[in-house]
């Protein structure tokens, strides 16, 4: 005789108490027997119009200065026109081809004048991500970003980051320096999976000498 499967509230408070993502808690609750209990819809469907029409909103608004709506693992949905200004066809870029680009040789790192703080920060954030959630997908970019970095990898605080509170890249774009300052933007109170995994990074200018550049770009 199989031992019944627990019982569901038990279950869901333990992946509570475990911090696991809403796609984890599902999958403890199939594996348990139970039905999963968190909702999934794609960005688009009706399901998620008030989901949507905030991300347009916040895109749109943020013009002039670069924003992109990204999906956990490192996917990249959309962009705003100064981000797709900045950067070009990022959406359009599988994960593994953004962590090439982002922690790799190459255009992106040449452009970035404190490149080593930059990539530990980015190294760091993966880790957490990695730890957070123990998929095997974030498991494989962390590790292909971490062979990407190379002898990099590991040098904190190599280049300085100068006087700003928060690491973020220093640009050298068109003959300019260009210094940003990002924030992130969640939906902390996600009960549907798409929206738990979506994030929204917005790029702000850190000085008054960026902020003349951005507006010269539109």
């Known amino acids: 005789m199989q031992p019944s499967p627990p019982a569901r509230e ?3 408070r333990l992946t509570e108490v475990l911090g696991l993502s809403l796609t984890d808690r599902n999958d403890l609750l199939v594996a348990a027997g139970l039905a999963p209990e968190f909702a999934r819809h794609e960005l688009g469907s009706a399901e998620l119009a008030a989901v949507d029409q905030v ?25 705003n026109r100064a981000a797709e200004a900045m950067f070009p066809g990022l959406t ?6 953004l962590i ?26 993966l880790r957490r991500d990695a730890a957070a959630t123990g998929g095997p997908t974030t498991l494989t970019l962390l590790r292909r970003a971490q062979a990407a970095a190379g ?23 068109d003959g300019h320096v ?12 996600a ?4 929206t738990s995994q979506l994030r929204i990074e917005l790029t702000f200018p850190a000085d008054h000498a960026t902020k003349v550049f951005f507006h010269g770009q539109t």
């Open 92 to 97: 359009q870029m599988p994960a593994e081809a």
């Open 191 to 194: 009960v549907e999976v798409t």
């Open 100 to 125: 090439d680009l982002w922690f790799g040789p190459g255009p992106f790192r040449d452009s970035v004048q404190n490149w080593p703080d930059v990539l530990n920060a980015g190294l760091a954030a």
């Open 151 to 173: 002898p990099a990898a590991g040098r904190i605080g190599a280049a300085g980051t100068g006087h700003s509170p928060v690491v973020c890249p220093v640009f050298t774009l």
């Open 55 to 79: 991300l347009e909103q916040v895109l749109t608004r943020h013009d002039p200065y670069p924003a992109w709506v990204v999906r956990h693992p490192f996917t990249f949905l959309r962009a």
């Open 10 to 12: 038990l279950v869901l």
């Open 178 to 189: 260009v210094r940003t300052i990002s924030a992130v933007m969640r939906f902390d109170t």
